[in-house]
């Protein structure tokens, strides 16, 4: 299915060739995309805005 749960930490060497700290990195490198999609004024969906009498 694609998905794979990340450990907090690996030995380093590791067989994989994880880096020591796998799922900080991706998880700041998640961070920085949304910051610049934030900056930059994109979304995933279009939201609509409802005007009320």
Request: aromatic residues 16%; proline residues 4%; contains cysteine.
């Amino acid at each position: 299915d694609g998905h794979r749960q990340y450990s907090g930490r690996y030995p380093y060497p590791n067989g994989d060739m994880y880096h020591k700290d796998e799922k900080f990195r991706l998880n700041q490198q998640l961070a920085d995309l949304l910051e610049l999609c934030l900056k930059h004024g994109h979304r995933l969906y279009e939201t609509h805005y409802f005007q009320f009498a």
